[in-house]
């Protein structure tokens, strides 16, 4: 066959050209909007940058969520904040409530926190040993509830473990059951939420222990079990002694004698902080005075932890029956009344 004439050769040359041309112009377009796209929904600042926290109120629309985003300097662009959520579906899905965000976040790691509700924490530590007024009062402190609230709920809130069923209604109830840790909550948890928390922790500890049956073992039901580690947990400053203060009051419960606890009395008069009882205080009229009453109170007197609900049900064998505080924590143990006097003597000048 003959070569194609060179009018057609130049045409068709024209037409590569020209392909080649748009092609290139496509790639050209595709490529800045693609970089702008990624520009545009890269994070604001470095990765170092430090978070904030947010608050986005209740019924917030995407739009509004993406102009306070933007006002904030979390992302570049509210418009496309609001062209990705759209894209991924989640116009009606974006949650409100406390977050902690950072200019070092991506757009779509913003929208995804949204999405799935990754709120911020906030952590608390509820000591050994306090009660649930003084529980009431770090919650309110850090913000997280209102005391009087958490206190009502304590009292009438329905919570569904069972050690709770068999323990009688009033402010007192979860008294013992309220695990001291340190928690990570959400601040719109709410009162009852963060009661059952910490419920659910005493759950766990309780079981890690074999708590039940190690109360079973020595006499005493789960109740009695939490009342004896809440004493131990107020007289015992050392954690090599909490298993000897639990064995002089076993033996006292033993022997029907008084248990003479000073926490009792400082829990009956609503004391909590260090305070020499008087001869005065002793008298006072109340279930919880342990120097009036035989066996152990009504109910526990503060929220023990691991180590005294272990010593509760693990007493060390001792022939002791009382015990004095020294002035540096430790106590002095005594087998009978005048020794123990002298020690009184010696260390309670």
Partial sequence: ?????RTLRRRRTSVLDRLLFFFGL???????????AVFILSPVGPPDAASRRLSIPARSTAAEIASLLREEGLVRSDLAFRAFVRYKGFESGLKSGEYE???????PAIVERLFLGRQATQRFTVPEGYNTAQIAAILGKEGLVDPKAF???VATGRFSHPFLQALPQGPRRLEGYLFPDTYAVTRDLGPHRIIDCMLARFAAE?????????AERVGLDLHQAVILASLIERE?????ERRLISGVLHNRLRLGMPLQVDATVLYALGRTAAYQVTLDDLKVDSPYNTYRITGLPPGPIANPGAASLAAAVNPARTPYLYYVAKPNGSHAFARTLEE?????????R
């Fill in 340 to 348: 123990h006097n002298r020690n009184k003597a010696l260390y309670q």
């Fill in 26 to 36: 496509f790639l050209i377009v595709t490529g800045i909007f693609g970089f702008y």
């Fill in 151 to 153: 206190l009502d709920e």
């Fill in 236 to 240: 015992a400053r050392r954690d090599d």
């Fill in 206 to 214: 309780s079981e890690r222990l074999d708590l039940a049956a190690g």
């Fill in 101 to 107: 965000l950072s200019p070092a976040l991506s757009t």
């Fill in 1 to 5: 066959m003959g070569k194609a004439p």
